[in-house]
């Protein structure tokens, strides 16, 4: 029995997601008292992958033949698989990422294990059996789902559990599983990475505009606001639809869901749609002209104002709250 | 080229989700039931590709008899025949196992499914339904194009963009941009009435995890209000109080 921890990284370097999930895999190995293995594909220095001992991790499983470098769904499916096998593994955990949910189904499907995708908390056992809250109904609700398989795979939900350092480092093992030839027919052509700007899923503050902007061409003081606050920008689905915005940055019950800390919604309505992918956010502003805007109804902090004036005021707030 | 879609039967986005009082199923009345904006998505996208070829899209569900009228939807749209796995949708696992094991006897180019449907969010069932099948997957899809006997991908990751190049068969889960949902016109939804809908027996799949009880998210407090003339209180109450900046 052990808990293994699927940590991907880009260009070999963990995100806050890795850490998330060594995290997570820490405080669920203490609850049934074993201990935490990571398993990485592909290039990562030495000294990076023993720093993951620093959130929980004991060994590390490194993958890192020529054939993995990279990241095809099906072949890191098999050897997530092989090596929750080679460490006995009850309980797989990986981070909610884009990869990430493309490969959970493939690894419990390999491991015969119950899948809980979009957990929000640490789940509770019960003897064989686990217990696990996780989202449903696009964020208008959550379902409390039992695992009863032998082994469990968790997908869980990015920023849903803090980064917990104790200071450990982790041994670094070469891991060469067999992977059938088969798992190799797809082949990455190109990756376009948009480096100038956070990207929104994982970003920790979010700054969003709907239709109450007028115009694309409004978008550089949402940029700037933005910027001094090192989020990610947002819109909702009109907006996007116009093509004012990338499809990308579409959050809502039909776009992306996001819970970050700090989202500040600017100029929209709060449509039921629209609240959907945004509730989990821990804390709310909402920038409205219009008083009776359903947004307010769930929000933390309001400023009921026309945003051309109140975002600038903002912004250069701050500013001068950061330059102290 | 044959396309297989994946079709499933949820609530109208505008819905209010409320539970049962001992929390432990979605209430039904009253609510609309809808084709996933997801799943309209990727059955546009087959009828892009097979529109003026020879090809055929087929669509699957797994639901009960009520979901017909979602099905004859979906006909409508121009679909051309239409199989209903006759089972309460359990689960993905369930779900992927009817989808996969229909596929099996009755192969396809592609098989595409919607990014995840909009009640459970599970980005699963492509995945499951690849793993199945053993062919490739992409969960969450921004464009497809055929080249050949290749479909070439553009999958989000985070931060950017991928683009992969797959031999057929494959199974894809569409996501926004891969195509523009089409709305039904009079012609097709006269013609839905009498295209195909076969409805066969689910296969036995042995449960892994059942859903509990269900919970509706805390309600937030109050609003804390900040004029517009003073948005250095509300830079305050952020630091001080949310202690998010
Ligand atoms: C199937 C379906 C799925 C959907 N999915 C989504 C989804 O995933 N995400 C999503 O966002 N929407 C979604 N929608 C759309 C949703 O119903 C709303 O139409 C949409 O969210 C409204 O966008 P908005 O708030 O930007 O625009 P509006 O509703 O037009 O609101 C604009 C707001 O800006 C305010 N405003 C105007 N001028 C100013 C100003 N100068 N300063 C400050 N405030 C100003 C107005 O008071 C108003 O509240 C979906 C709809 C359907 C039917």
Redesign the interface.
Known sequence: MSVLVYTEH?EGKF?KSAYEAVSYAKAVADLIGTSVTAVTIGTVAPADLATLGNYGATKVLHVSSEQFAQ?I??AY?SVIAAAATHVDANVVIIAN???G??????V???L???????AVELPQFEGDKL?I?K???????????????PKKVIALNLNAFEVRESGGSAAVEEFKPEVPA?DF???????????D???L??AE?VVSAGRGLKGPENWAMIEELADV?GAATACSKPV?DAGWRP??E?VG???I?VSP??YIAIGISGA??HL?GV??S?????INKDPEAPF???????????AF??VP??TA??KA?KGN | MNILVCISNVPDTTSKITFSSDHTSPNTNGIQYIINPYDEIALAKAIDLTEGTDGKVVVINVGEAATEATIRKALAIGAHQAVRVDAVPRDAWFVAHQIAMYAKNNPFDIILTGRESIEYNGTQVAAYVGELLGIPSVSIAKRIDIEGDRAIVEREIEGGKEVLSIPLPLVVGAAEGVAEPRIPNMRGIMSARTKPLEVIQPTAVPELSHIVKYESPEPRGSVTLVSADDVEQLVDLLHNNARVI
């Open positions: 880009t995100k990241f769904n099906q499916a990422t884009f990869s949910k493309g490969l959970a189904p493939r419990a499907a390999k015969e294990a119950a899948l809980a995708d979009g217990n809250k989202t449903a109904f696009s964020g208008k609700a959550f379902a409390i789902t039992e695992l009863t398989a088969g027919t797809a082949v990455i052509k190109d990756i376009i990475r948009i480096t700007k956070v990207p899923p994982d503050i606050l996007s499809h990308s579409h019950q039909t776009g869901a800390n700090l039921i749609q959907a509730s989990s821990k804390t709310i502003v909402v307010f109804k769930v929000a933390d902090y309001g400023i009921v104002g026309d004036e109140v005021k903002l707030a701050i709250y």
